[in-house]
Every structure is written in C-alpha cells, then in structure tokens.
C-alpha cells in the first residue's frame, strides 16, 4: 500500500497535521513533549502520515527515547518497528501493542532487512550522529532496490554534515521540505518517484543565480585576518550555495576551480556555468587596488576593519561586472538575476531554506534588504558619509530582471568611479544609498538586518525588532515618512501573517510611529 500524492498537498501542511486525539494516545511522563506544534515538533506529522495507510509495517530508524516510534503507531493497524542500538525507552510506551522494539544496528546488515524496508510505505529516519553519510547509504540502498515508499527524515538543516552529505545530494524534484509542520531542525520528505508536490527545485523560476569565489589570501594588500580566513574557510562554507539546484553562474580563478567543481553535485552539472579568470584580470584592478590605498591612508583617511582591505572591496565591486556579463551572455535564457555570496550559510541557514520562497516572487526592480536608514543629508556630505563606513543596505543577496539589473549595477560602478576619482572609497553597500536617492523608481525594498538578507525576502521571519530598532526608527528621525511607512506596513504585514512577533515595548514602538507615519501622510 502507497501513501497516494493527493494526501501530500499544500493544503495538508496547513490543516491535516492537527490531530486533536494525538495527546488521548500518548501517555507516561513525556506527554508534555508532544505538546509541540507542527513547526516546532514533528510528532503531530508522523501521527498524520500514519493514517495515510492501513494493515502496513512502517520503519522507525532512531528509537533513542521512542517518542517517533509512538506518533508513528497512532493508526493502530499498522505496525512499527523501530531500531536502536540502545534500550532508552520509558516502560510504559512498551505497552503499545502495535510497536516492535529492536535492539539492533540495522545498518550493520541492511541486505537482512530488505524485504522488511521495502514492504514499508513508510520509514522514518533519525540516527545519530546526524553526519549524512549513513543517511545516504540508506537512501542509496532504497534508491537501487527500487523502494517506492516514503523516507522520513529529521535533522536536515540544523546538522552541516546532514546537508552536505545528504540532503544536498539528493535531486530536486524527490525531495520536499516540510519543516513548516514538522520539526524546527528541518524535516523533509524524500520520493522515490516524482510526485506532484511544491519541491525545493529553483529550475523553473526564471532566475540565474550569480556567485563568485577568488582567493584574496593572494593579493599583495592580504592582511592576517585575510589570510587567516583563507581559501578551505570559504569553501568549507560553501556548499549551501554551490549546491542550490538551480541555473547557477560561478566566477573562480584557476586555482580555485576543482574544488568548486567538486562540490557542484552531478545532477546539476547542466546548469551550472563556471567563469575562470584571475582576480586582477577585471578592468584596471591592479591601478584601482593602489589609488583605494592611497585614498584610505593618505587622501582622506580613516580607520577601516583590517579584513575590508583594497582589495576586498574590489572583490565586492566586482559582483556588479560579473552581472553585468552574466545579463549580456545570458547562458540559460533567464529573465531575473540574483546575486547570492558563495558562502551565504553563514549568515544562518534559514536564508538557504527561504531562497524558493525568495526567487517565487519575481521581483523586476533592484530589491535588497533595506537595513539602516541613511538620509540623503548625510550621503551628500560625502567625507563625513565615508568616514565611518555606514552602509544602509546589504549587498549579500539582491535580485532584478535583466533590465533593471543591469541598470541599476551600471550606476553602483559609475558611483563607484566617481568616489575613487574624488579620494574616497570604503565599500560597496555604501554606494546602494546614493544610486537609491537618485533613482528610486528602480528600487524595492524588504527589511531586516544582515542575517536575514533573504530570510527576510518575503516577510519578516526573524529578528523583527531590527527594522524597528534601526530603519523604522531612523526613517522617521529624519523625516522619510513615506519609507517609514512602508517599513512599518511590511513589519504589521508579517505580524498579520504571524510569520514573526513583538514585544510589546517593541509593539507600542511600532504602533506609535506607524501612526505618527498615517497623520503626516494624510496632511
């Protein structure tokens, strides 16, 4: 018996998973652990799935306190069986007369347990160390035998070796992640045969994704803290990017390549371009390396992080000459670009898990994530602007169509000559503000602070206290009431939508300028 495509449809994660008689089938001390909504825990969608078949053995591989194997025994005509190579069931979850408990490495022999894995609709997957490789052994093992079941698994996310070695590997279009009712650490649901079902696949939205990786540790400015952030740092952070299944643009030097290759998973070998040249090979870097320098040291110097040396802040430059080329030779048709840092993980993993929800959107203007507000009184007074390095948006993540991001990464590097002409020059999120206040039409924004550059995308999801301690906050102070507004409206939106929440210090804060925002609109 197969659990059918038309129970696994959006509609089931927001409704189906709500099973009032959950709680009446669990008892002992542990109740209280199931008391977890779908999202938080994953129990509710276990016991859900259950009830998708009848007269069934279902697979339980990860007892450890057996709370998995009790969701998963709710529909008490199935039987469960479930692994563990140690005994750390309470007593009374053992009275549950449709659980088999097994004291024994299943993956010591998985040839002996074959016909028992590949009977069942159903199995569910949570094993420690939660490092991937026996995750994807199992996977492999159902995969060549032809399993036409559903695989369970837990952890996906929270774990780096889980979506390096595992998730990562596996095609798009069989897998599916429903961490939104299941498990906050990530759930997913594996197929082994394409189902109708919203995937995490990025083929089909139209966009070409642009990333980059040079190693700086080379340039003759590298500083020890370049160097101690050196080439395996940045590839070790790499993998959420290099294997995003989508059209995907990689710029790298000769160096570097192999081990981006080597990342970049088989299956998307057809979509994915690689643009090799050394770093010095962009227009005049060598020359404009030496007048940066000279800028910040003797023209009209100040004190800078030691890691944003000269040539730094030409690597961040040189996103907008790689769009730009990407745009003209277009290798996969598309009709929005993004440009997302090669090493976005570390900015938190919830920007990988949102990126589908991101790109959907299709976004024709210049959007990026609108972090601090910087008013136009200050980017005209142009020394003390760069003083101190404030940059009100962040350059980590930003999409476009072709039209407008091409435009709008004309006018960053055209800002950008002009202040290296005029003796200045500290980043590239600092030219985002001058372009802004000079073309504003080509610009939408979202709001958020660094690390929900694309968390954010859609609606706040975390750290909404940010765009109301910093944006909202600022916006207001210096009269933009317009962009205030619109701040406030995206932040009460998520609210709505209970995407994220307040504090009610926090709340009374948005409420008041919000209002303040209305009356001066209205006048």
């Known amino acids: 018996m197969q659990i059918q495509p038309e129970h696994l449809t959006a509609e089931w994660m927001q409704s189906q998973v709500q099973l009032g008689p959950l709680k009446s089938h669990i008892f002992g001390p542990d109740q209280a652990e199931f008391e977890g909504p779908p999202g938080r825990e994953h129990y509710w969608l276990l016991a859900y799935l259950s009830t998708l078949v009848n007269h069934s053995t279902l697979i339980d591989l990860g007892t450890h ?84 079941g559903l695989l369970v698994c837990d952890d996906v996310w ?26 906050w650490s990530g759930t997913a649901i594996i197929s082994f045969r394409t189902l109708p079902l919203p995937n995490m696949s990025l083929m089909d939205t139209g966009y070409t994704l642009v990333t980059a ?8 400015d590298a500083s020890a803290q370049i160097k101690e952030r050196n080439q395996e740092y940045y590839l070790s952070h790499a993998h959420s990017t290099l294997t995003l299944p989508c059209s995907l643009v990689v710029f790298c030097d000769a160096e570097s390549y192999d081990q981006l290759y080597a990342i970049r998973p088989d299956w998307l070998r057809s979509k994915t371009h690689y643009v090799i040249r050394e770093f ?67 900015m938190g993993i919830p920007n990988v898990r949102y990126l589908k929800e991101a790109l959907s959107v299709r976004r024709d203007r210049f959007s990026t994530c609108y972090i601090d507000y910087v008013p136009p009184t200050l980017v005209n007074n142009t020394k003390e602007y760069f003083q101190f390095g404030r940059c009100g948006m962040c350059s980590g993540f930003f999409t476009g169509n072709a039209q407008n991001m091409f435009a709008v990464c004309g006018f960053i590097l055209d800002k950008f000559a002009q202040y290296v002409q005029e003796g200045f020059g500290h980043a590239d999120e600092q030219l985002y503000s001058p372009v802004y ?74 409420g008041h300028v919000y209002l303040m925002c209305k009356l001066r609109a209205n006048k």
């Open 65 to 148: 306190r057996g709370r998995s194997a009790l969701s998963l025994s709710y529909n008490e005509t199935n039987v469960v069986h479930t692994f563990d190579i140690e005994d750390r069931i309470p007593a009374e979850f053992k009275q549950k007369p449709n659980i088999r408990y097994r004291l024994e490495n299943i993956f010591d022999n998985l040839e002996a347990y074959k016909e028992l894995l590949l009977q069942s609709p159903l199995i569910f997957l949570d094993i420690d160390p939660h490092e991937g490789p026996m995750e994807y052994q199992l996977y492999e093992f159902l995969r060549d035998n032809h399993y036409t």
């Open 158 to 183: 929270h774990f780096k070796g889980m979506r390096n070695h595992f998730w990562y590997q596996i095609p798009a279009e069989y897998r599916y992640d429903v961490t939104a009712v299941g498990h």
């Open 213 to 220: 990786y040079f190693n700086l540790a080379k340039c003759p």
């Open 280 to 346: 010095d090979d962009f227009p005049n870097f060598g020359m404009l390396r030496n007048k940066i320098i000279e800028n910040r040291t003797v023209v009209h110097p100040y004190h800078f992080d030691p890691r944003n040396t000269a040539s730094y802040y030409l690597f961040c430059m040189s996103r907008y000459w790689m769009l730009r080329e990407t745009i003209e030779s277009n290798p996969f048709n598309s009709s929005h670009f993004a440009w997302i840092n090669v090493c976005i993980e570390r």
């Open 437 to 510: 206040f000079e073309h504003p039409d080509l610009f939408e924004h979202y709001y958020g602070d660094y690390a929900q550059m694309i968390t954010n995308y859609v609606r706040i999801r975390e750290n909404a206290e940010a765009p109301v301690h910093n944006f909202i906050s600022h916006a207001f102070a210096h009269g933009n009431y317009a962009k205030c507004l619109e701040a406030c409206e995206f932040v009460i939106q998520s609210l709505k939508e209970r995407t994220c929440h307040l504090n009610e210090e926090y709340l009374k804060k948005l």
